[in-house]
């Protein structure tokens, strides 16, 4: 495949270009890029190799849901294993690299297991290697399993925990949430309201919507619904705040990156806080994950889901590829087709299992047919 | 976790408190004609409910005092929290 950057691009700040370095060779993105869009956007699609057969492995989503782009960031003490290339902030100076890969994700020398799959399947219970001793061959089974490298050296960062009370807390920030705030501050007795984002950036999937809403631009409407809500007294809002638990009585546990997005020696004050929030009420405005099309081989790089390819293409302006045909079940992967063919890509198919696609399979294969 | 309205302080979270098991456990008597049987009955036997439980819990964190909740061990719920030495309310 090899992705490339396209125009436009609604949280990327062109003006200021990153450097960072991916397996060692430089590259470069622009401020506002992840890991992940960085990579796409230089034509990297294989990422990782996959832990027993050492298929090769490329991003298959943009979010958290990510289950291939697993890193390893920097070195020495601030190592960090096994994190989702998705929701890496791109910074200056960024060292990250592939896992699970030797001696590089392009050429792995394991992926010889493939060849040997029959005869290592899925349980295959290792410690069948006995002859003449297990512990022969113990130490090359060991190594060739697991993923990232855990840091050696004592962890230089602090870590902090605080606990809040409100009346109103919202998990997610895409137009569900934002309303749901704008709302919840007009409550009387709301006098306390959170509104928690796990992206660095408020907006959700506004930040990727190739439709209009409330007959406006998705990006006005969301700087229009933010400035409200930062001129609300009652509002805080949390960006880089992940809520990673639902406990008894309303406690909602939450996890804030603090300086994960700044480059290592700029980095001060604590590195990560814990929140335990006791809440009045909580809105559940997570949002949706698509679910991947279940066919041969849709492990290798090059198949992505249809909302990721899009909030690469609108968000980032990194075209995950030239050519692109798009599977469909829904009207949804209409939009992602229109919004990659307007990122710059040709739509080679829409393959639509629906027995009767709507009306909007009819102006796709208009769209389709006037670029061929 | 749980939020316990101490009747001292207030709502306070449950890493405050320290939870004193099963509540209204007389002690048999007079000691020199209690068998060993009831003997066993008072130290080991408990409720395990699916439900409402009568427990003890003290305010350690806090105003350091004993009071009783009634707690419903499937949703968490607590449903009465009263005075030590005051009979069980009826809850449902």
């Not at chain 1, 990006?219 to 990673?244: D, G, K």
């Not at chain 1, 066919?295 to 992505?304: H, K, Q, S, T």
């Not at chain 2, 008072?42 to 003890?56: A, D, I, S």
Request: glycine share 8%; charged share 20%.
């Amino acid at each position: 495949m090899g992705g490339k950057r396209a125009p436009g691009g609604t949280t990327i700040n062109r003006s200021k270009t990153v450097t960072f370095n991916w397996a060692g060779k430089t590259l470069s993105g622009y401020e506002g890029d992840t890991l992940a869009s960085a990579l796409i956007a230089n034509g990297i699609s294989t990422i990782g190799r996959s832990f027993k057969y050492h298929r090769p492995r490329g991003l298959i989503a943009a979010g958290l849901e990510e289950p291939n782009g697993i890193v390893q960031l920097e070195r020495g003490a601030h190592t960090v294993p096994n994190v989702k290339a998705t929701q890496v902030e791109l910074y200056e100076g960024l060292i990250a690299g592939p896992v699970n890969a030797k001696p590089s994700v392009d050429f792995d020398l394991l992926a010889i297991n493939s060849a040997f799959k029959r005869f290592i399947p899925a349980a295959f219970y290792y410690k069948t290697f006995m002859w003449p001793h297990w512990r022969l061959f113990e130490p090359s089974i060991r190594k060739a399993a697991g993923l990232g490298t855990a840091p050696e050296m004592r962890d230089p960062d602090r870590y902090e925990q605080r606990f809040a009370h409100v009346d109103v807390l919202i998990i997610g920030s895409g137009a569900a949430g934002l309303a749901a705030a704008e709302a919840a501050s007009h409550l009387p007795g709301a006098e306390r309201i959170m509104l928690v984002e796990a992206d660095a950036e408020f907006g959700g999937g506004l930040l990727s919507l190739g439709t209009k809403i409330d007959g406006v631009e998705p990006m006005a409407w969301r700087n229009a619904m933010l400035e409200r809500l930062h001129s609300a007294p009652n509002i805080q809002l949390l960006n880089r705040t992940m809520a990673f638990g639902f406990y008894d009585h309303g406690l909602v546990a939450l996890h804030e990156r603090l300086n994960d997005h700044v480059a290592c020696n700029d980095r001060s004050g604590a590195r990560q806080r814990i929140w335990k929030v006791r809440c009045g009420r909580v809105i559940l405005a997570t949002g949706a994950f698509e679910r991947p099309m279940p066919f041969a081989n849709n492990d290798l790089p090059g198949v992505m889901l249809a909302s990721a390819a899009q909030t690469y293409a609108v968000r980032y302006a990194a075209l995950p590829g030239n050519t692109i045909a798009v599977c469909a079940n829904n009207d949804s992967a209409y939009l992602a087709a229109f919004a990659l063919q307007d990122a710059g890509a040709q739509i080679a198919a829409i393959i639509d299992t629906r027995p009767d696609p709507s009306a909007k399979a009819d102006t796709a294969r208009a769209l389709v047919s006037t670029a061929e | 976790m749980l939020l316990i309205d101490c009747p001292h302080c207030g709502p306070r979270a449950e890493v405050e408190f320290r939870c004193g098991g099963e509540a209204h456990i007389a002690r048999p008597g007079p000691h020199d004609s209690v068998s060993d049987a009831e003997w066993t009955d008072y130290l080991f036997t408990r409720e395990n409910p699916k439900g409402v439980h009568f427990e003890r819990w003290c305010h350690t964190a806090g105003c350091q005092r004993w009071f009783n909740v009634a707690r419903d061990t499937v949703s968490h719920e607590i449903l009465a929290v009263y005075p030590m030495g005051a009979s069980a309310p009826e809850v449902s």
